[in-house]
């Protein structure tokens, strides 16, 4: 069993307070050194996720991951609904039919908040948030596109998605979890039938054949598509629901799911049913995150309620019958599931009877037998036709093979292996339901052989049951708990020990309890736990058996929901999940979330007081002075809470005006926190003007509580009713482009404040686009630009550049801001453009003047008219001057030839330009050429090539004693300054001549 080792995390934007259940390492003392056991319902809950305008981004945050989700087009204004009435009459005037308003109203009868975008003549939007789950319907009032595009962008938490075979889209952190969920979209239409859409991510297909891992650790974006069947035109209104949801629930509520504990503790569970009747989905649970993710599902056409899981010795899962409800059919059909990559393969061969409601375990040797179960439905949802005969399936061949039948045809029995190798049928019944249904009271015992094994009769039980779950308990005994005969839910229990039945403790109270909703939780006490179930509705009642007796009455609290035809299992010693069934007998109506119950450690004492309550608190900064006037928006309630039982604790807060006394009304309570922290709770809705005074407990998970602490001393007044932030930040004015180069834009711009022209804002968004960007959807499809400022002080002058432009092209630019809490502008005005440069492709003239002007023994000094930047105009950037013994013909010479250092910087076209070329040999001829390059750099031709030879050694006396003046250089060209060398020698004879 793997432990609690992976932190929550901490959310980041907007914060979702996390709720988890009691997971922690449990004993196996007896009851008196444990706690009071509870059930905690597993959510974390959203406390702030609704924009509060509809043209900007939905923030969810959740542990380690967050997610912004982006609807592209321009959203009309939003307005809030508060009371029933005005939602009434919205939708008299949308004029929505009965089934679409009485969907609308189940969906929003948990909601917190309610946002409603004023509709137009097409269309209106819903937004809602719930405890577990972000919604955005869409209502279409008159045919419409059939589809919504929606930018997502993830954090730096979540590398990445995946989108599974079901349709599910789920963001996951960088360990692979999975936190939270897009569920396949559905749209419900006039006539109140649901239909399911399909959820496109980058353009993939919303039913991959396998889970399909989308890498988002570069880009961070992905473009999401709902995509829904198009209605025939009486269809409309319609309702259009893509979901966010926290993966602490199902992707989707099931009845009768399919549910069997895997080897390293999580769960699987398959199908079931909700108000598409059948699915074929699958997800995983995990204990230690405390949460689901998706796996591939079975085949289309595959779907089914109350597949059988059986767990086989390679840590696959063999997946045998069902039932498609309404008198359709069951399955003689079987998968296997592998639990390393999710895919599902069918087996070799199919059962010799199709079957739902039967039974299966799996034998000693590994093979499984199944048994039993109905080959019919009836119109009532209900299996009917009970069968005798069973199957053998034999991983190594992956097929089944006949077994030896019962004597007594049954389905939703009881089914389970004595110490001694053999297997225990208990009761059961030919149909599900029935006006006169034919319940037996018969047991038989299947053993095992090399071949088909044998049935053989044993003790029947004191008088017909079904539905009735059986355990084992530590010394070898089998308890068989409630049940039903058929007519009505029962209370007696038997104990089945060396082939006989004696009665045991009678249950409390008798409601029906489908079998995978019992289990004994701790084998080495042999504590048994039977929630939910069906007392004539179904129920949140949970029932606890314990050394030969029952708890009395059920446990306190009990289930957050009730639950009939649910699924769970045991986690570890002590602890068991429950998930699924139906709350209630409408069939419109199934969990999706998931609840665990825990043997708590420690004893009853209450939790300590809270203490260093900061009564006070001002955007998370403890206000000292009495006489502070605060609004809703700054109150807060904070406390230090401890437990002497290491439980977790919740702070709850009792505010009341002064002329009031404390009535324990009103409460405000936080969610729990972990072994004790520090907890808050905001203020309530509080009246203008009105001193207020306040009082604080602590509660544990066993919602025992501290004495209350009073806060009498410095009452406050609310001065203002809190209303959210919704100024957005002025729109640019001023935006200009100041410089444009080859391939960037310089911008500048003034910062326009927070709200409207005061204060700081947040961000900004600038982007640009090669064409005008005057809407919002030109802004939303125009390129991002990188490297914003962050925003400064309203009126600071702001600068940016954007790079990566191509050449000679015109660019439009616009520039978005938003405040923290995520207002956005309009898109900044007027909408400026530039057009980047041309790119300079024209080199420099080649150098038609280059001369040799003086020569002596070792250099050669050269003389030449500076060419130009663009051929013969402008100033070039650099000169390339070479010299060989060879002549200079090609450019290939040019590049062999030797480069001469100390080249000066062009001058401007036209000017006189001069090297000294040193280091050259006496008495040999050199042939010198020159090229020319711009910023670019362009390369100029080679320039005329020109000979110059050093004095040989011999001569160099005579020269230097020569007296003549030097002539004119006859190679240079017209136009060439003056660089002949005007020398005048003394005519004193040297010594020594």
């Known amino acids: 069993m793997r432990r609690l080792g992976k932190s929550l995390g901490g959310a980041a934007l907007l914060t979702l307070a996390l709720t988890p259940c009691l997971i922690r390492p449990t004993n196996a003392n007896t009851s008196a050194a444990r706690g009071t056991p509870s059930f905690r319902l597993l959510q974390r809950t959203l406390l702030a996720a609704l924009p509060t305008s509809l043209d900007r981004p939905l923030w969810i945050a959740d542990g380690p991951v967050d997610v912004q989700c982006t609807r592209l087009g321009v959203e009309p204004a939003p307005l809030t609904l508060t009371t029933t009435a005005e939602l009434n009459a919205q939708f008299d005037r949308w004029e929505l039919p009965a089934p679409t308003r009485d969907f609308l109203r189940e969906k929003m009868r948990d909601a917190w908040e309610i946002r409603l975008a004023q509709s137009t003549t097409e269309k209106a939007t819903l937004h809602m948030r719930g405890q577990e789950w972000a919604e955005e319907f869409e209502i279409l009032l008159h045919p419409s596109p059939a589809s919504f595009h929606y930018a997502l962008q993830v954090g730096k938490g979540a590398p990445g998605l995946a989108l599974a075979p079901a349709g599910h889209l789920e963001v996951l952190d960088s360990e692979g979890t999975a936190w939270l969920r897009m569920p396949r979209p559905f749209f419900i239409d006039a006539q109140g039938e649901r239909h399911d859409g399909a959820l496109l991510v980058n353009g993939l297909g919303a039913e991959p054949p396998d889970v399909i891992r989308i890498d988002l650790s570069d880009s961070h974006t992905a473009e999401l598509t709902v995509v829904f069947p198009t209605p025939a035109p009486d269809a409309y209104p319609i309702v259009i629901d893509p979901t966010w949801s926290l993966t602490t629930t199902m992707s989707e509520g099931r009845e009768r799911p399919g549910l069997v504990a895997l080897e390293d503790g999580r769960a699987l569970v398959v199908g079931g049913g909700n108000l598409t009747l059948a699915l074929n989905s699958a997800e995983v649970f995990d204990p230690v995150t405390l949460t689901w993710t998706t796996t591939a599902s079975l085949p289309a056409g595959q779907e089914r309620w109350l597949p059988i899981l059986t767990l086989l010795q390679s840590g696959k899962v063999l997946l045998t019958g069902g039932f498609l409800p309404e008198g359709t059919s069951t399955f003689n059909t079987a998968y296997v599931w592998n639990p390393q990559n999710g895919a599902w393969t069918t087996t070799a061969?199919?059962?010799?009877?199709?079957?739902?409601?039967?039974?299966?375990?799996?034998?000693?040797?590994?093979?499984?037998?199944?048994?039993?179960?109905?080959?019919?439905?009836?119109?009532?949802?209900a299996a009917d036709n009970a069968v005798t005969s069973c199957d053998v399936y034999d991983p190594a061949t992956n097929s089944f093979s006949p077994a030896a039948a019962m004597a007594n045809a049954r389905l939703l029995f009881g089914f389970i292996r004595l110490d001694n190798g053999t297997f225990l049928a208990v009761g059961g019944a030919t149909r599900e339901w029935a006006a006169s249904i034919d319940v037996t009271s018969a047991c038989e015992i299947y053993t095992p052989d090399s071949g088909a094994g044998g049935w053989a009769a044993t003790s029947s039980l004191a008088a017909p049951r079904f539905q009735c779950a059986v355990v084992r308990l530590p010394a070898g005994e089998?308890?068989?708990?409630?049940?039903?005969?058929?007519?009505?839910?029962?209370?007696?229990?038997?104990?089945?020990?060396?082939?006989?039945?004696?009665?045991?403790?009678?249950?409390?109270?008798?409601?029906?309890?489908?079998?995978?909703?019992?289990?004994?939780?701790?084998?080495?006490t042999g504590v048994?736990?039977?929630?939910?179930?069906?007392?004539?509705?179904?129920?949140?009642?949970?029932?606890?058996?314990?050394?030969?007796?029952?708890?009395?009455?059920?446990?306190?609290?009990?289930?957050?929901?009730?639950?009939?035809?649910?699924?769970?299992?045991?986690?570890?010693?002590?602890?068991?999940?429950?998930?699924?069934?139906?709350?209630?007998?409408?069939?419109?109506?199934?969990?999706?979330?998931?609840?665990?119950?825990?043997?708590?450690?420690?004893?009853?004492?209450?939790?300590?007081?809270?203490?260093?309550?900061?009564?006070?608190?001002?955007?998370?900064?403890?206000?000292?002075?009495?006489?502070?006037?605060?609004?809703?928006?700054?109150?807060?309630?904070?406390?230090?809470l401890t437990d002497p039982n290491g439980d977790d604790v919740r702070l709850q807060v009792e505010i009341k005006s002064t002329a009031l006394g404390f009535d324990g009304t009103g409460l405000v309570t936080s969610a729990p926190l972990a072994a004790g922290g520090t907890a808050s709770v905001p203020s309530a809705t509080l009246a203008n003007?009105?001193?207020?005074?306040?009082?604080?407990?602590?509660?544990?998970?066993?919602?025992?509580?501290?004495?209350?602490?009073?806060?009498?001393?410095?009452?406050?007044?609310?001065?203002?009713?809190?209303?959210?932030?919704?100024?957005?930040?002025?729109?640019?004015?001023?935006?200009?482009?100041?410089?444009?180069?080859?391939?960037?834009?310089?911008?500048?711009?003034?910062?326009?404040?927070?709200?409207?022209?005061?204060?700081?804002?947040?961000?900004?968004?600038?982007?640009?686009?090669?064409?005008?960007?005057?809407?919002?959807?030109?802004?939303?499809?125009?390129?991002?630009?990188?490297?914003?400022?962050?925003?400064?002080?309203?009126?600071?002058?702001?600068?940016?550049?954007?790079?990566?432009?191509?050449?000679s092209t015109t660019y439009h630019f616009a520039v978005k801001t938003a405040d923290e809490a995520f207002n956005w502008?309009?898109?900044?005005?007027?909408?400026?453009?530039?057009?980047?440069?041309?790119?300079?492709?024209?080199?420099?003239?080649?150098?038609?003047?280059?001369?040799?002007?003086?020569?002596?023994?070792?250099?050669?000094?050269?003389?030449?008219?500076?060419?130009?930047?663009?051929?013969?105009?402008?100033?070039?950037?650099?000169?390339?001057?070479?010299?060989?013994?060879?002549?200079?013909?090609?450019?290939?010479?040019?590049?062999?030839?030797?480069?001469?250092?100390?080249?000066?910087?062009?001058?401007?076209?036209?000017?006189?330009?001069?090297?000294?070329v040193g280091g050259l040999a006496s008495g040999v001829t050199h042939y010198f050429a020159v090229k020319t390059a711009d910023e670019v750099p362009n390369w100029s031709a080679i320039s005329n090539v020109v000979a110059g030879s050093t004095w040989a050694p011999a001569d160099d006396k005579k020269k230097r004693c020569a007296l003549s003046a030097p002539g004119a250089i006859g190679n240079l060209a017209n136009g060439l300054a003056v660089l002949a060398i005007l020398a005048t020698l003394s005519l004193r004879k040297p010594r020594g001549l």
């Open 825 to 916: 502008s309009v898109i900044s005005g007027p909408n400026p453009t530039g057009t980047t440069a041309s790119p300079d492709i024209t080199p420099p003239a080649a150098v038609t003047t280059l001369g040799v002007a003086a020569v002596n023994a070792t250099t050669v000094t050269l003389g030449w008219t500076a060419p130009g930047d663009d051929a013969g105009t402008g100033t070039a950037t650099a000169y390339d001057i070479r010299y060989s013994t060879a002549p200079i013909t090609t450019d290939a010479n040019f590049l062999a030839a030797t480069a001469a250092t100390g080249a000066p910087v062009p001058s401007a076209a036209g000017t006189a330009e001069s090297l000294t």
């Open 349 to 381: 061969t199919t059962m010799s009877s199709a079957r739902a409601y039967h039974g299966a375990v799996r034998l000693d040797d590994g093979r499984v037998l199944v048994a039993g179960g109905g080959t019919g439905v009836d119109s009532l949802y």
């Open 478 to 524: 089998i308890l068989r708990l409630p049940g039903s005969d058929g007519l009505a839910p029962q209370t007696s229990c038997e104990i089945f020990n060396a082939g006989t039945w004696t009665p045991a403790a009678p249950a409390p109270e008798g409601h029906d309890n489908y079998w995978p909703m019992a289990a004994i939780i701790s084998p080495s």
């Open 528 to 640: 048994v736990l039977q929630p939910g179930g069906n007392l004539f509705g179904p129920v949140n009642k949970v029932h606890r058996y314990e050394a030969g007796t029952w708890s009395g009455p059920p446990i306190e609290p009990a289930m957050n929901a009730n639950r009939d035809y649910g699924a769970g299992y045991r986690i570890e010693e002590g602890k068991m999940m429950v998930c699924g069934g139906r709350p209630d007998d409408t069939f419109t109506n199934f969990n999706s979330s998931t609840e665990i119950y825990e043997d708590l450690p420690g004893s009853n004492a209450p939790p300590d007081a809270p203490t260093a309550l900061q009564q006070r608190q001002i955007d998370d900064v403890t206000v000292v002075a009495d006489t502070t006037v605060l609004t809703a928006a700054q109150f807060r309630c904070r406390a230090a």
């Open 689 to 807: 003007g009105i001193a207020h005074h306040w009082r604080a407990r602590t509660l544990d998970a066993k919602d025992a509580a501290s004495a209350w602490v009073e806060f009498e001393e410095g009452a406050f007044e609310i001065e203002d009713l809190w209303t959210p932030d919704i100024t957005a930040p002025a729109a640019v004015t001023d935006l200009a482009v100041t410089l444009m180069t080859v391939d960037t834009a310089t911008l500048q711009w003034t910062a326009p404040g927070d709200d409207g022209a005061t204060g700081t804002a947040t961000t900004y968004d600038v982007r640009y686009s090669t064409s005008p960007i005057v809407t919002d959807a030109d802004f939303n499809g125009a390129t991002s630009a990188s490297g914003e400022p962050a925003p400064s002080a309203a009126g600071t002058i702001e600068s940016m550049g954007v790079v990566g432009l191509s050449p």
